[in-house]
Nanobody, 121 residues
């Protein structure tokens, strides 16, 4: 059973930073690609960043430069550092794991419960 537990969400003003964390089992880290998705009210889930089991990171073009995904294998923890946050970054952020680092939400096998990020102007 793969379990993903997110933390680190909260409220921040525009221009601020947040770091999200996702705790997972060691088995998950060694076997799966991992990533972050987000979903704003009334919108579809969209990919934020992903990292394969070898540490290779990928970002959609719109997220490059502001968001950084990383993982600490010793702590079995995935991170998402978000800088220069904008009100349009407001969403529920989900930690995901899957067999491939896909761009679509349907390509990911496991989802956490999510952590809310709210950015005020």
């Amino acid at each position: 059973q793969v379990q993903l537990v997110e933390s680190g969400g909260g409220s921040v003003q525009a221009g601020g930073s947040l770091r999200l964390s996702c705790a997972a089992s060691e088995f998950t880290y060694s076997r799966y690609c991992m990533g972050w998705f987000r979903q704003a009210p009334g919108k579809e889930r969209e990919g934020v960043a992903s990292i394969d089991k070898y540490g290779g990171a990928r970002y959609p073009d719109s997220r490059k430069g502001r968001f950084t995904i990383s993982k600490d294998n010793a702590k079995n923890t995935l991170y998402l550092q978000m800088n220069s946050l904008k009100p349009e970054d407001t969403a529920m952020y989900y930690c995901v794991a899957g067999n491939t680092c896909g761009s679509r939400a349907t390509m990911w096998n496991y989802w956490g419960q999510g952590t809310q990020v709210t950015v005020s102007s």
